[in-house]
């Protein structure tokens, strides 16, 4: 009786260690972190071209070892006056930088990929990208 009962707290006291250990990896509860810049994004502008690509780091604090990558839905990039700049149509599964999405690790970096100016939407297999300008010109008329 005695063997069972100092096996049963070692296996708890595993557990607790082990939450707590998970639980101390980032001082944040779970959630996807867009990463904070200082400074400006330089683009080259190409002639005759209306959309240029802009990708957006973030952090994900994963709520438990193995949780799937999250999925966004419907997201807009907004300028400093309110303006929709790009924008993510339907579902979209973020870009999760797979080297550092093990079991053990609670923060994992990503990115979500915009167009400037630009409109991504689902289809079939993929996605389809469509001109913002495109959209203000037909619903000019």
Known sequence: ???????IFSFIGMVVISITW?????????????EKHAGSEVFEIVENETMMEFSLPFQWVKSHPWENPPVLQDVVLRDQHGE??????????LSIDERH???KA????GK???HI???RTPIDRGSKITSNLTDC?????
């Open 137 to 141: 010109i037909m619903n000019m008329y």
């Open 22 to 34: 998970w639980l101390l990896q980032s001082p944040v509860p779970s959630g996807i972190y867009l």
């Open 101 to 103: 999405n093990d079991w």
């Open 1 to 7: 009786m005695k063997k069972w009962t100092i096996s």
């Open 112 to 114: 979500i990929e915009f």
């Open 84 to 93: 929709g700049i790009a924008s993510i149509q339907g579902v979209y599964p």
């Open 106 to 109: 609670r923060l994992v970096p």
């Open 117 to 119: 100016n630009g409109k």
